[in-house]
């Protein structure tokens, strides 16, 4: 009796729970978006793609844009930033693409565009305020690291015709104390070691950091043998998208932090080295090396930095060059 008793209970609670439903924060927002909006878009997001902190996307709000002009407002004496938006990538996005913005700061984002509503071609400027978060990097636990990404930067001279260029800076720490504990085997060598926290950012020519890439878990973890290695070989793409490689990776991602792959090496291969170049095909070629190679003596190992490796726009090796074939890796020049 007591059991079934029991039962009844618990029945009536489930029961309750249907009739009396309660809703977090207010329950559905129904046809509007119920976040704070300013001006007469959407909301703001700040580092959408979560790896790329000084950007943002003003959300279209609902509406088909087109024609779209953004500047960054510069600090006092700052240098301005200032670019055109192809329609497509408004697409891409849901709405405007922000980048530059400075750390720490309150920006003053100008925009202008014409929305499309009702057929009508609506044109309008609007002036945002968005925050940007302090620089974060994590420290590699050597008293020679005075800074975050650096200690200071002093700029000597800029000529006026390159005043509105920006530079993009590749790995300038030192090597962290949390890296480069393990080591290949079976079979030994190779250079999985080979490892380091990445510092990657671009300086306007005031020297202000207006972008860094913010290495979290999805991309990078320097605890893992697979996600973990130094960030090289940057370049920017024919479709403004930037490719490099580390460790046992070759990736692309767009400026926003959007991934656009983020693959293993092929089976074959291992610890990317240096250099990842597109080609007009869309095909890349990666320095690498051999991830098992049977030696003359009958000794299997990792090789380092000796083989370039071409894959498709899927993956997909297409061939090889063995550098320790073609070339006397004995030699007494180069």
């Known amino acids: 009796m007591k059991k079934v008793f029991s039962s009844a209970i618990v029945a009536a609670m489930l029961l309750s729970v249907g009739v009396n439903s309660a809703f977090a924060m207010g329950g559905p927002s129904g046809a509007k978006t119920d976040y704070i909006v300013v001006n007469k878009l959407g909301e703001v997001v700040v580092n959408p793609y979560k790896i790329a902190p000084l950007t943002a996307i003003i959300k279209d709000g609902g509406y088909t844009l087109k024609d779209v002009s953004v500047t960054i407002v510069p600090k006092k004496?700052?240098?301005t930033i200032s670019y055109k938006i192809a329609d497509k990538k408004l697409k891409q996005y849901a709405g405007i693409p922000v980048f530059g913005l400075y750390a720490d700061y309150v920006n003053k984002v100008?925009?202008?565009?014409?929305k499309i509503f009702k057929g009508e071609?609506?044109?309008?400027?609007?002036q945002y305020d968005i925050y940007a978060p302090a620089v974060f990097v994590d420290p590699d636990g050597t008293y020679l690291q005075k800074g975050g990404l650096f200690s200071s930067v002093d700029v000597k001279k800029v000529d006026g015709e390159f005043k509105d260029r920006l530079y993009f800076f590749n790995n300038l720490g030192n090597k962290s104390t949390k890296s480069a504990k393990a080591i290949w085997n079976n079979p030994t060598g190779g250079a999985l070691e080979w490892n380091q926290t990445p510092l990657n950012f671009i300086l306007d020519?005031?020297?202000e950091v207006?972008?860094?890439l913010l290495p979290i878990r999805d991309?990078?973890?320097i605890d893992s043998a697979y996600k973990a290695g130094i960030m090289m070989g940057f370049k920017q793409n024919d479709?403004?998208?930037?490719?490099?490689?580390?460790?046992?990776?070759y990736v692309k991602y767009d400026l926003m932090g959007r991934e656009i792959f983020d693959r293993r090496l092929p089976s074959s291969y291992a610890?990317?080295?240096?250099s990842m170049d597109d080609a007009p095909n869309g095909n890349f070629f990666l320095r690498a090396a051999s991830f098992n190679v049977k030696r003359p003596d009958g000794k299997n190992v990792h090789t380092v930095r000796d083989v370039i490796v071409e894959v498709d726009a899927n993956g997909n090796v297409v061939d090889d060059w063995r550098l320790y074939e073609i070339l006397d890796p004995y030699r007494d020049d180069v």
Do not use: P
């Open 110 to 114: 100008e925009v202008s565009y014409t």
């Open 210 to 212: 207006r972008w860094y």
């Open 121 to 126: 071609n609506i044109k309008e400027t609007a």
């Open 219 to 221: 991309l990078y973890d």
């Open 271 to 274: 610890d990317f080295s240096h």
């Open 77 to 79: 004496g700052g240098q």
């Open 205 to 207: 020519t005031k020297g």
């Open 239 to 249: 479709d403004g998208a930037m490719s490099w490689g580390f460790g046992q990776r």
